[in-house]
């Protein structure tokens, strides 16, 4: 009786630790998109209105006061260039490392080094060299810009994929006739996929977040959504429905993105390399 009580007491105690920790995270998401569907005198109003009739003029303000559609599509192109480029890239790279033993262990080592060093020490250089390149203020410089400090840890992640995958799938693979290339592309990068999605996730959450750079590296047409919405605070005062609504519009690709991603990386998690 009393081990059953210890039991249900620590049950208990876990999951009330747990749904704090979520409400910490949920509620303030839930006061952004309350404060996005308000109108000016409710969303300032103190002590708070909980129940009034939504509205989406904040919405509305955001993209046809302020071009939100196009810092939208810069923040997806730029965020998705990068995130292919660098799984591309970043897969052959930890693939050569796992399985040749590339310049291991120094550069990995090395690798990680790189993501010790705080971005505002790097943000002043990399202005400067794409100022002499003639590449600021365009989206494949903030491309680049990305690419330069999120291929080493994509890389670093991988190889850890990698390495859990048996040599003896990739050789079989050769043994029936399959080059290098072929094995890598038919069985090791189906196997790896798990892996891969959530590189690729985590390449495309950091680049869509990314705002030192972004601020930066880009001018009034080439802004991202994080810059834009700071371009929001104004010395007149702060929208602040349409900062919400702007939040909203930023979150929400990633929320669709992560489910979508979720349920892949279930599927393949539980596909087998062997049938």
């Known amino acids: 009786m009393l081990v059953k009580f210890k039991r249900n007491f620590g049950i208990t105690i876990s999951h009330f630790l747990l749904i704090l920790s979520s409400l910490a995270i949920l509620l303030p998401i839930l006061w952004v998109i309350r404060t996005s569907l308000a109108n000016?005198?409710?969303?300032?109003?103190?002590?708070p209105v909980w129940f009034f009739t939504p509205t989406f003029d904040n919405y509305l303000t955001i993209f046809d006061k302020y071009p939100f559609q196009q810092y939208f599509v810069n923040s997806l192109v730029i965020s998705g260039i990068a995130s292919i480029v660098a799984l591309i890239i970043g897969s052959l790279a930890a693939y050569s490392i796992a399985r040749f033993r590339t310049g291991d262990p120094w550069l990995r080592l090395s690798m990680l080094s790189t993501q010790m060093l705080p971005p505002i020490a790097l943000v002043i250089p990399i202005f400067l060299i794409m100022r002499f390149v003639q590449m600021w203020d365009t989206l494949p410089g903030l491309v680049l810009a990305y690419l330069s400090f999120n291929l080493p840890y994509t890389v670093w992640i991988l190889i850890s994929f990698f390495q859990s995958i048996p040599v003896e799938i990739e050789e079989a693979?050769?043994?029936?006739?399959?080059?290098?290339?072929?094995?890598?592309?038919?069985?090791?990068?189906?196997?790896?996929?798990?892996?891969?999605?959530?590189?690729?996730?985590?390449?495309?959450?950091?680049?869509?977040?990314?705002?030192?750079?972004?601020?930066?590296?880009?001018?009034?047409?080439?802004?991202?959504?994080?810059?834009?919405?700071?371009?929001?605070?104004?010395?007149?005062?702060?929208?602040?429905?349409?900062?919400?609504?702007?939040?909203?519009?930023?979150?929400?690709?990633?929320?669709?993105?992560?489910?979508?991603?979720?349920?892949?990386?279930?599927?393949?998690?539980?596909?087998?390399?062997?049938?």
């Open 40 to 47: 000016r005198l409710i969303a300032y109003k103190i002590p």
């Open 173 to 275: 693979a050769m043994i029936d006739g399959c080059s290098r290339i072929q094995s890598l592309v038919r069985v090791i990068f189906p196997v790896a996929l798990p892996g891969l999605l959530s590189a690729g996730v985590f390449n495309f959450i950091l680049n869509w977040n990314e705002f030192l750079f972004a601020l930066i590296l880009t001018g009034r047409n080439t802004r991202t959504l994080p810059v834009a919405i700071a371009s929001l605070w104004t010395q007149q005062g702060v929208n602040i429905g349409a900062v919400s609504a702007a939040t909203v519009v930023t979150i929400l690709p990633v929320v669709i993105l992560t489910y979508v991603i979720q349920k892949s990386l279930v599927r393949n998690l539980t596909f087998g390399s062997v049938k």
